[in-house]
């Protein structure tokens, strides 16, 4: 069975950075596409940064140039760098490795 489990989400202050962790799991399971979305309070999810197969990038309007998506094709591990977090970047973060979703972590930032 597939799973997809991220980590790294928790609180912090305006301008500060965190780093998101996803990894996914399973028998023969290689990943085309991966990628990060999210969900703030009230809102629609939003697409914040998805990777290709062969490293494409892609990323929202709202976090371009703040925000790093990488990956580790031979752990089928992506990663979410944050940098310079804004409130507004507020919400549970989701990642999508294929199909397959995480349950989410929860990102503040809060003063």
């Known amino acids: 069975q597939v799973q997809v489990v991220e980590s790294g989400g928790g609180l912090v202050q305006p301008g500060g950075s965190l780093r998101l962790s996803c990894v996914a799991s399973?028998?023969?399971?290689?990943?085309?596409?991966m990628g990060w979305y999210r969900q703030a309070p009230g809102k629609e999810s939003e697409l914040v940064a998805v990777i290709s197969n062969n490293g494409y990038r892609t990323y929202s309007d709202s976090v371009k140039g703040r925000f790093t998506i990488s990956k580790d094709s031979a752990k089928n591990t992506v990663y979410l760098q944050m940098d310079s977090l804004k409130p507004e970047d507020t919400a549970v973060y989701y990642c999508?490795?294929?199909?397959?979703w995480g349950q989410g972590t929860q990102v503040t930032v809060s003063s």
């Open positions: 999508r490795c294929s199909s397959i």
């Open positions: 399973g028998r023969d399971f290689s990943p085309n596409t």
